[in-house]
């Protein structure tokens, strides 16, 4: 089986920062797109940044020039480095993986999620 493990998440004043890492293991051949996503209260998830295998980052536009996305692929984890955090980053902040298991498959894989709470 694989998991997926968040850390790093809490509660911090508006302008503040945060690191979340995420920690993929299990049966893992390869790891393909990383990514983050959130979701606030009353709202659905949403797409925060994802990188590629190969390194490329993409981000959704309230949080570009703020949040910055990596990976370390030889020990299958990735980060998320939060800057300038507002009140309207407070949420559930989960890690998302699209790993294959074998040669002929790959797989939707999620975090348990960690709660990022900026106060104002």
Same mark, same amino acid.
């Given at each position: 089986?694989? +998991?997926? #493990?968040? %850390?790093? *998440?809490?509660?911090?004043?508006?302008?503040?920062?945060?690191?979340?890492?995420?920690?993929?293991?299990?049966?893992?051949? %390869? &790891?393909?797109?990383? *990514?983050?996503?959130? +979701?606030?209260?009353?709202?659905? $998830?949403?797409?925060?940044? !994802? &990188?590629? %295998?190969?390194?490329? @980052?993409?981000? @959704?536009?309230?949080?570009?020039? $703020?949040? @910055?996305?990596? $990976?370390?692929?030889?020990?299958?984890?990735?980060? /998320?480095?939060?800057?300038?955090?507002?009140?309207?980053?407070?949420?559930?902040?989960?890690?998302?993986?699209? &790993?294959? @298991? !074998? /040669?002929?498959?790959?797989?939707?894989?999620?975090?348990? *999620?960690? +709660? #990022?709470?900026?106060?104002?």
């Amino acid at each position: 089986q694989v +998991q997926l #493990v968040e %850390s790093g *998440g809490g509660l911090v004043q508006a302008g503040g920062a945060l690191r979340l890492s995420c920690a993929a293991s299990g049966k893992i051949v %390869s &790891i393909n797109a990383m *990514g983050w996503y959130r +979701q606030a209260p009353g709202k659905q $998830r949403e797409l925060v940044a !994802t &990188i590629t %295998s190969g390194g490329k @980052t993409d981000y @959704t536009d309230s949080v570009k020039g $703020r949040f @910055t996305v990596s $990976r370390d692929n030889a020990k299958n984890l990735a980060y /998320l480095e939060m800057n300038n955090l507002k009140p309207e980053d407070t949420a559930v902040y989960y890690c998302h993986a699209r &790993i294959s @298991t !074998t /040669l002929w498959n790959d797989f939707d894989f999620w975090g348990q *999620g960690t +709660q #990022v709470t900026v106060s104002s």
